[in-house]
């Protein structure tokens, strides 16, 4: 990220909402709202839709959410005019070898990433964070 990109994560989005966001594009700032959407196809390509018109520069989806949600948040920015760079997030630093496999996910980190990342290119994300 460069000195004029600003990434405003969960915690900021939920104490300031949109307007702030609106108000740091206005100023000239790339945004990166790190949301990590995770939810059904339709909700997940309503979301991405309202923050592309925020004018944000880079959105994330959660690629756990699967082929079908990661694909609705192609679509959903591939119709906006200003279209952000929509990158998938595989697998959260805080999960474990154990944690995982306690929510059925088998094959440790390495793999789930994997595994994960190849869903992302397939629905063509620009990146998969690993």
């Known amino acids: 990220m460069c000195s004029s990109d600003l990434k405003v994560g969960l915690e900021l989005y939920t104490v300031a909402g949109n307007g702030f966001v609106s108000v740091l594009v206005d100023r000239g700032f790339d945004v ?53 760079l929509l990158i998938g997030v595989t697998v959260l630093t805080s999960h474990s070898n154990d944690e995982l496999h306690r929510i059925g996910i088998e094959g440790g980190p390495a793999a789930a990433v994997s595994r994960l990342a190849v869903l992302a290119r397939k629905a063509a994300l620009a990146v998969a964070v690993c």
């Open 32 to 84: 990166f709202l790190d949301l990590k959407f995770h939810d059904i196809p339709n909700t997940v390509a309503r979301a991405c839709r309202v923050a592309a018109g925020l004018g944000v520069w880079m959105i994330n989806v959660h690629t756990l959410g699967g082929p079908r949600m990661m694909a609705a948040a192609r679509e959903a920015i591939d119709a906006c005019s200003k279209r952000p």
